[in-house]
C-alpha cells in the first residue's frame, strides 16, 4: 500500500481512525514504516505470522516487511493514531543503520508494547503525536529528536533478536509480497509473483529465500495458515469456509497442515482460543 510522504520531513499523523469489528480477511503491507497508537478500544493484530492482543494505551510498530491487519473486539470500535513515517530520511546525520526499521520484524520481534511494561516507548510516542498536531516553536526538530528516541527504545526492547536482511532486497521483493497479502486466497502461481517484480523464475526463488528465509509456496501457505487461524476466532464462518477462503483446495489438507502447524484441529483452535 503506496503511503505519499514529503521528501523533507517524511512523516504523517492521522489521528482518531475508526476501526470497526469486521472480520480479518485481507492483510496489506506499507513502504515505509508504521507506528499506531491506541487511543480506546481492544481487539486483535495479525502481523506476518503473529496475532496479538490489543488494548487502548498500546503502541504497535509495523515495517515495511511485515504485512497486517486489526480487528476490533466484537460488537466495539477502536479508536487509533497512525503515524506513517521513513526514519531514514526523517532524521539525517544519524547512524542509518540506527534508524532503518529493516530488522525490527520477524518471528522473534514483539510489534506490540503495552504501557504497562513500556511507559517510556509510549509516552514518547504520545509527545510525538503531540508535537504534530499543536506545531508549536521548533516542532519539526522536537518530531525528528521524538523520531530517534522512540527507534532507540525499540531497539533497546529488541536486543539482538530481530534480524533482517538489507531493505533493498525487501524492496525488490515488495510487489510479490503485496500480492501475496492481496490476494493468498486465490491460486498464485510462483512464476506470476516473479514477473510481478521483473525477476526470473530461478533469480525470485533464490532472493526469495536468501532475504525471507523460506520459499515462496512456504510462506503462502504460513501466511493462508495465519489467517485462516485468525479468520477462525474472529468470524462465524464454517471451518471448511474458512479454508476455502484461505486458499486450500480440500478440506483434509487444511486439517492436515493446520494441526501441523498449530498442534491442535482448527475446530479445537476455535474452541479454545489458541496462541500462534
Not at 13 to 39: F, S
Not at 182 to 211: I, M, N, Q, W
Amino acid at each position: 500500500m503506496p503511503i505519499v510522504l514529503e521528501r523533507e520531513f517524511p512523516i504523517v499523523v492521522w489521528p482518531d481512525y475508526h476501526k470497526d469489528d469486521a472480520p480479518i480477511r485481507t492483510l496489506h503491507v506499507h513502504d515505509c514504516l508504521e507506528i499506531g497508537y491506541c487511543q480506546e478500544g481492544s481487539g486483535l493484530w495479525m502481523i506476518g505470522e503473529k496475532l496479538f492482543n490489543h488494548e487502548a494505551g498500546d503502541v504497535t510498530f509495523i515495517n515495511h516487511t511485515e504485512v497486517h491487519f486489526a480487528q476490533s473486539a466484537a460488537g466495539t470500535e477502536s479508536v487509533w493514531t497512525w503515524i506513517l513515517l521513513d526514519p531514514v530520511r526523517l532524521v539525517p546525520g544519524s547512524a542509518m543503520e540506527l534508524m532503518d526499521p529493516t530488522p525490527l520484524a520477524g518471528m522473534d520481534f514483539k510489534n506490540l508494547f503495552s504501557e504497562r511494561e513500556h511507559p517510556a516507548l509510549v509516552a514518547a510516542v504520545r509527545r510525538l503525536i503531540a508535537e504534530h498536531q499543536e506545531k508549536g516553536e521548533h516542532w519539526r526538530e522536537a518530531v525528528r529528536a521524538l523520531v530517534c528516541e522512540i527507534m532507540i527504545l525499540v531497539r533497546r526492547t529488541a536486543g539482538g533478536k530481530a534480524a533482517a536482511s538489507p531493505r533493498n532486497e525487501y524492496d525488490r521483493l515488495a510487489p510479490a509480497l503485496q500480492m501475496m497479502a492481496r490476494d493468498y486466497g486465490e491460486p498464485l502461481r510462483v512464476d506470476a509473483l516473479a514477473k510481478r517484480c521483473g525477476l526470473s523464475e530461478p533469480h525470485f526463488r533464490r532472493l526469495f529465500v536468501a532475504t525471507m528465509g523460506r520459499s515462496p509456496m512456504d510462506y503462502l501457505n504460513n501466511l493462508r495458515l495465519h489467517m485462516a487461524a485468525a479468520q477462525l476466532r474472529t468470524s462465524s464462518r464454517s471451518v471448511l469456509e474458512v479454508s476455502l477462503a484461505a486458499g486450500f483446495g480440500t478440506l483434509s489438507s487444511f486439517n492436515r497442515l493446520f494441526r501441523r502447524k498449530f498442534e491442535q484441529s482448527p475446530r479445537e483452535w476455535r474452541k479454545g482460543g489458541g496462541e500462534a
